[in-house]
């Protein structure tokens, strides 16, 4: 078991070339705290990579792909094919580091994912998540159902082990000293191989890291949404955990092509619940994206103008390196443009200036309807 797990952390062909390119180029650009951010990409496969956790360090792409939306909670349902496709332009971009979870269906979007990354699994790097019952409904985080979802996923994903396990949301059932005894176990039988948790206090994130470190945690962060960087970020800075950025884009309306007229799918969309995603605000909202229309010209690669999603990445990567923005797309279109914001040149200037006009713009519609809020920040 220990010589597998080993061999599955070891990239190879493409991946193992980029990463000894980038120990001397790109790479040591990104992974440095420095004044500004800026990198090139061929895209064919030079991907910079990032760190995730001081502990049993992780080595990630910069940019993590979401399988979520390839045939849940976005409207769209893509077939195998074109799911398939999609994910093999990620790949080929050099992205190897991919979420999901069980919850995602639930199971069938770890199925496909499983499925459509069977051929590659030994190139890249799996997230999954447990924390809710098998209908999807009801918190559970019981060691029992821990295990259970455990055995299920390494399954369905086609693995021995899991790189990367989330508490996908806290259960106020099971003390938190029970869920990291679980997992603390889970990795010594070798079944898993880091953990992290999702939308989890800065205080529940200390106690949980005493006993059984963290690698990543993974939590909402963008531009409309920069909460996380009051207390969250300097607590996983003083204990050396990495930070997974999920929704960079705001679930789609940070790109600027979400308007008052777009549709979201009630039967396959969270959004048509979510407030912020109501007529009335998107409307109200769309002030950020002039914003960032503006202050994106000139400042992609070439001279040529940043579009607002590779703003709101950029932003993302120059915060902190030991940031992975996690984001998801069914456009092959979208995918490359989202990319590119890895050419675009952002100095902490810049980021000053994006902060102070941002703090001055109120943000209509909650994240959350009130009893998925409920849910997050324990």
């Known amino acids: 078991m220990q010589d597998s797990r080993r061999e599955f952390l070891k990239t190879s062909g493409k991946l193992t070339a ?12 990104l992974m440095a705290d420095s004044k500004s951010y800026k990198t090139t990409l061929n895209l064919k496969g030079q991907m910079p990579m990032r760190t995730l956790g001081k502990v049993n360090p992780l080595q990630v792409s910069a940019l993590a792909f979401g399988c979520m939306g390839l045939n849940y909670h976005r409207s769209k349902r893509l077939s195998e094919k074109e799911a398939s496709n999609i994910v ?23 199925i496909l994912t499983g499925k ?10 799996i997230a999954t998540k447990f924390g809710f019952g098998a209908n999807g409904d009801d918190l559970n985080s019981s060691p029992k159902r821990i295990r259970q979802v455990v055995e ?3 399954k369905r994903l086609n693995l021995e082990s899991l790189p990367l396990l989330y508490q996908h949301r806290f259960d106020p059932k099971t ?3 029970e869920v990291v005894d679980t997992i603390k176990s889970l990795i010594q039988e070798g079944k898993v191989m880091r953990w992290g948790v999702c939308e989890l206090s800065a205080k529940s994130i200390e106690k949980a890291h005493k006993i059984c470190p963290l690698s990543a945690v993974q939590s909402e962060y963008h531009l409309m949404w920069r909460n996380v960087e009051s207390e969250l970020l300097p607590t996983l ?23 008052k007229n777009s549709d979201f799918d009630p039967s396959n969309d969270n959004r048509a619940t979510f407030p912020r995603y109501q007529d009335e605000a998107m409307r109200a909202n769309y002030q950020i994206i002039t914003l960032l229309q503006e202050f994106g010209k000139a400042k992609g690669a070439n001279g040529k103008n940043a579009t607002p999603a590779q703003i709101a990445l950029a932003y993302l990567l120059v915060k902190k390196p030991y940031i992975i923005p996690l984001f998801g797309t069914t456009n092959p279109t979208h995918l490359l443009e ?7 040149t952002l100095t902490q200037k810049d980021i000053k200036w994006l902060d102070s006009k941002l703090d001055n713009i109120a943000i209509v519609g909650d994240r959350y309807p009130p009893e998925q809020a409920q849910r997050v920040g324990q």
Do not use: C, W
């Open 18 to 29: 980029m990463a000894a390119m980038l120990g001397s180029g790109v790479g040591s650009v």
């Open 88 to 110: 093999a332009q990620a790949l080929e971009y050099g992205i190897n580091f991919f979420d999901t979870a069980q919850v995602y269906g639930p199971d069938s979007n770890e």
């Open 116 to 125: 459509i990354l069977k051929p590659y699994r030994d190139k890249v790097i």
């Open 152 to 154: 299920q996923s390494l």
């Open 175 to 177: 003390p938190i000293e």
């Open 237 to 259: 800075e003083r204990l050396g955990i990495g930070f997974v950025a999920y929704s960079p884009l705001a679930r789609g309306y940070l790109s600027g092509k979400l308007t």
């Open 338 to 344: 989202d990319v590119q914001s890895l050419q675009v």
